[in-house]
């Protein structure tokens, strides 16, 4: 026996990834529906072979389903997200709403997936944010083994991490740059994206860091170990899909370059590709559709004691969001949901 899923906001390019993921992965599906807001209604996509027409979410009545995957912002998931849970129907959210609910477990599978029994307490487990899931696949098996004292990243995020709007805002620049006079000012992000890089994700704090970089260092905590520093730099790249990290780690216990690629070679979730030559490293292009979050250019950091420095590198709409999301939905099926 299988499932009865939810996808909300499938028309956006999480909500597209997440059924082209279930249907990838062979989820034991019986019956699936794709919400969207009542202007998308009736919008056909896909999932696997099948065409699916999109239902309107207001109206939509989640008693007798299993598991609703929500890939929609914050205001909408404060109204709907409740009202699945008060059905019976489990939400894996993917907005950042519940994330820091301590009463909501926040789960990456290959890290943290025995959290997941905590989902009775709201019916509700949030996804990470993109970021944060991919830095924690490849911390947690260095932190098993020599404990984390410090990180230090600087991110590289790519311009779908923003939506629809974001990809567009790129490739419209791109586009006006060499057309005089079709220029294109400046609208989802708060500098120019073509041929640029912006140091800011989200809104700025009162401490100078900008949200995203307060969602990397509280996500980390919560999800891998709350004693581990983090400090992060979140920077917006002209690149549509794929975040890249620059990662720094300090441990408390010794561990050599040669180890720590011995040891991510066999994590989880993790493909090591590290050769010391021209390009013997993954770039975001490569990412592209791919499950794995990449990691290259392992090498000692000398400027401390026991150091590590990494390059990481992840499909941010894949392992990011929507993979991570189905994921958490089948450690769910597996060990709380079971069927038939």
Same mark, same amino acid.
């Given at each position: 026996?299988?499932? @009865?899923?939810?996808?909300?906001?499938?028309?956006?390019n999480?909500?597209?990834?997440?059924?082209?993921?279930?249907a990838?992965?062979?989820?034991p599906?019986?019956?699936?529906?794709?919400?969207a807001s009542?202007?998308?209604?009736?919008?056909?996509?896909?999932?696997g072979?099948?065409?699916?027409?999109? #239902?309107?979410?207001?109206?939509?009545?989640?008693?007798?389903?299993d598991?609703?995957?929500?890939?929609?912002?914050?205001?909408a998931?404060?109204?709907?997200?409740?009202?699945?849970?008060?059905a019976?129907?489990?939400?894996?959210?993917?907005?950042?709403?519940?994330?820091?609910?301590? &009463?909501?477990?926040?789960?990456?599978?290959?890290?943290?997936?025995?959290?997941?029994?905590?989902?009775?307490?709201?019916?509700?487990?949030? +996804?990470?944010?993109?970021?944060t899931?991919?830095?924690?696949?490849?911390?947690?098996?260095?932190?098993?083994?020599?404990?984390? #004292?410090?990180?230090?990243?600087?991110t590289? &995020?790519?311009?779908?991490?923003a939506?629809?709007?974001?990809?567009?805002?790129?490739?419209?620049?791109?586009?006006?740059?060499?057309?005089?006079?079709k220029?294109?000012?400046?609208?989802?992000?708060t500098?120019?994206?073509a041929?640029?890089?912006?140091?800011?994700?989200?809104?700025f704090?009162?401490?100078?860091?900008? @949200?995203?970089?307060?969602?990397?260092?509280?996500?980390? @905590? #919560?999800?891998?170990?709350?004693?581990?520093?983090v400090?992060?730099?979140?920077?917006?790249?002209?690149?549509?899909?794929?975040?890249?990290?620059?990662?720094?780690?300090?441990?408390?216990?010794p561990?050599?370059? &040669?180890e720590? &690629?011995?040891?991510?070679?066999?994590?989880?979730?993790?493909?090591?590709?590290? @050769?010391r030559?021209?390009?013997?490293?993954?770039t975001?292009?490569?990412?592209?559709?791919?499950?794995?979050?990449?990691? =290259?250019?392992?090498?000692?950091?000398?400027?401390?004691?026991?150091g590590i420095?990494l390059?990481?590198? =992840?499909?941010n709409?894949?392992?990011?969001?929507?993979? +991570?999301?189905?994921?958490?939905a089948?450690?769910?099926? +597996?060990?709380?949901?079971?069927?038939g």
């Amino acid at each position: 026996m299988g499932y @009865k899923i939810v996808v909300v906001g499938a028309t956006g390019n999480v909500g597209r990834e997440m059924l082209n993921i279930l249907a990838e992965r062979e989820f034991p599906v019986d019956e699936i529906v794709a919400l969207a807001s009542r202007k998308s209604m009736g919008t056909e996509i896909s999932f696997g072979d099948k065409t699916l027409k999109t #239902k309107d979410l207001d109206t939509f009545d989640f008693t007798g389903w299993d598991i609703a995957l929500f890939a929609i912002g914050s205001d909408a998931t404060k109204i709907y997200a409740p009202r699945a849970a008060s059905a019976g129907c489990v939400v894996i959210d993917n907005s950042s709403l519940y994330r820091y609910d301590p &009463q909501v477990p926040l789960i990456v599978p290959e890290v943290n997936a025995d959290e997941i029994v905590r989902y009775k307490n709201k019916m509700i487990i949030a +996804n990470p944010n993109c970021s944060t899931a991919q830095m924690v696949v490849v911390l947690k098996p260095l932190h098993d083994r020599a404990r984390i #004292k410090r990180v230090v990243v600087a991110t590289y &995020q790519s311009v779908s991490g923003a939506g629809k709007e974001g990809i567009d805002e790129l490739w419209d620049q791109t586009k006006g740059m060499y057309v005089p006079g079709k220029e294109v000012a400046p609208k989802k992000f708060t500098k120019q994206i073509a041929f640029n890089v912006i140091p800011q994700i989200d809104v700025f704090l009162d401490d100078g860091s900008t @949200k995203e970089e307060w969602k990397m260092v509280a996500e980390t @905590k #919560k999800i891998l170990d709350t004693k581990i520093k983090v400090t992060a730099t979140c920077v917006r790249v002209p690149v549509f899909v794929g975040h890249s990290e620059a990662i720094n780690i300090e441990f408390e216990d010794p561990i050599d370059w &040669q180890e720590a &690629q011995d040891i991510l070679r066999e994590a989880p979730g993790v493909l090591l590709i590290d @050769k010391r030559e021209p390009g013997g490293y993954i770039t975001p292009v490569e990412c592209v559709g791919d499950y794995a979050t990449y990691v =290259s250019r392992v090498r000692q950091d000398s400027t401390v004691e026991n150091g590590i420095s990494l390059w990481c590198v =992840s499909d941010n709409l894949r392992k990011g969001a929507a993979l +991570n999301a189905v994921q958490i939905a089948e450690v769910l099926g +597996n060990r709380c949901l079971k069927k038939g």
